[in-house]
């Protein structure tokens, strides 16, 4: 069983920043091998991929947060960050944190609340 634990969330107002951080449980020869990624889902809607970061350190994006988030991954920490930047109120979310490990389990985080305000 692996844990995620998000953190980082809260309430900002539009134009400002966040840093999400997600800590995984897994061992550090795992965690490098393991993709991981975002997710966020808002009221009424369906989860959906904000960033993925893949062990070998590729990374993609939704198109709504293209330019504005950065994915990155701390292998000596086992940890996962998004940086949030210019955020907008359609960024308001709850935001999980999830991993593929190599042999295909998936796991997800508890989530954290993003609130962006006009």
């Known amino acids: 069983q692996v844990q995620l634990v998000e953190s980082g969330g809260g309430a900002v107002q539009a134009g400002g920043s966040l840093r999400l951080s997600c800590a995984a449980s897994?061992?550090?020869?795992?965690?490098?091998?393991?993709?991981m990624g975002w997710y966020r889902q808002a009221p009424g809607k369906q989860r959906e991929l904000v960033a993925g970061?893949?062990?070998?350190?590729?990374?993609d994006y939704g198109d709504s947060v293209k330019g504005r988030f950065t994915i990155s991954r701390d292998n000596t920490k086992n940890t996962v960050y998004l940086q949030m930047n210019s955020l907008k109120p359609e960024d308001t979310a709850v935001y999980y944190c999830n991993t593929a490990l190599p042999r295909g389990e998936v796991y997800w985080g508890q989530g954290t609340q993003v609130t962006v305000s006009s």
């Open positions: 897994t061992s550090g020869i795992i965690f490098r091998l393991s993709n």
């Open positions: 970061i893949t062990g070998g350190g590729r990374t």
